[in-house]
């Protein structure tokens, strides 16, 4: 007895034919491609907006101030010095975070500074109110010391901004007052019988002479004559003739020929 079998024809699969780049072609492949991606980034950098050097801080908010705190007036400045100082504004304080330089030192409206020197307790430069008296220099100074000779001074004359306050010892010559002084006491020691501005007829005074004139002093020239006019300029007018060994370079040899041709 023969059994019949049917066979059933098995699918045909169909594999997927694989191409293969030869090395040559894809090494080609590979370098076109890298050369395309550099072309694209330096296209990308050459586009780019350069931004100027200073064009952040340029940008940056201004920093604010107090109103009143200004070298004139307006809100917003940055130049004054001294706390609470109105350098020509109102009422308000130094710009919070500003450190002045040496070089912006100004006096603030309503104030005077007097170097206060001689037979004091703390002999220093003083920040006083406009409009204070001798005697208020002498006591922001420490006040006069023991062997302070007070009654050569005028205590009550008022104070000139950027003036020298000398006290004297007992014993010592009296100094003479800044020529203008307002309330200068007459007849306290010598320059009692000067001439107009402030000085003996003839002699030079070194408080308002210009460099010409300081030159035609002995032992004067011209580098001392500069120096001279330095001095006074910051720290004020001399109080005595003597002051002038003071400034670098005037030692008691060339004071001594002053003291008959310099006054203050």
């Known amino acids: 007895m023969r059994r019949a079998y049917t066979v059933e024809p098995q699918p045909t ?18 370098c076109a491609l890298i050369t395309l991606a550099l072309a694209l980034a330096a296209h990308a950098v050459l586009r780019a907006p350069v931004t100027a050097p200073g064009t952040a801080l340029a940008a ?3 920093g604010t101030a107090s109103p009143g705190g200004t070298d004139g007036g307006g809100p917003g400045g940055t130049d ?19 450190s002045p330089g040496p070089g912006a030192q100004k006096v603030p409206a309503g104030e005077v500074t007097v170097h206060v020197t001689g037979a004091v307790g703390n002999p220093s430069v003083q920040r006083l109110p406009a409009g204070s008296r001798v005697a208020d220099a002498v006591a922001a100074a420490g006040g006069a010391s023991p062997e302070a000779d007070t009654q050569s001074l005028n205590l009550a004359r008022v104070l000139n901004d950027g003036e020298q306050v000398r006290v004297p010892k007992v014993g010592e010559s009296p100094p003479a007052a800044p020529a203008g002084a307002e309330g200068s006491q007459t007849g306290a020691g010598p320059g009692a019988g000067a001439a107009p501005g402030g000085g003996p007829a003839g ?33 004020g007018p001399f109080a005595t003739v003597e002051d002038l060994t003071d400034v670098p370079g005037i030692g008691p040899a060339v004071l001594e020929g002053l003291r008959q041709e310099a006054t203050t």
Request: proline share 10%; charged share 15%.
């Open 13 to 30: 699969v169909h594999h997927p034919r694989r191409y293969a780049l030869a090395p040559r072609v894809a090494i080609a492949a590979g």
């Open 60 to 62: 940056a908010p201004q």
């Open 203 to 235: 002699k030079v005074n070194v408080n308002t002479a210009e460099a010409s004139a300081l030159e035609t002093l002995p032992g004067i020239g011209p580098t001392l004559a500069k120096r001279i006019i330095a001095y006074r300029n910051e720290h």
């Open 80 to 98: 004054n010095v001294y706390p609470g100082g109105t350098d020509g504004g109102g009422p308000g304080g130094r710009q919070a975070g500003v």
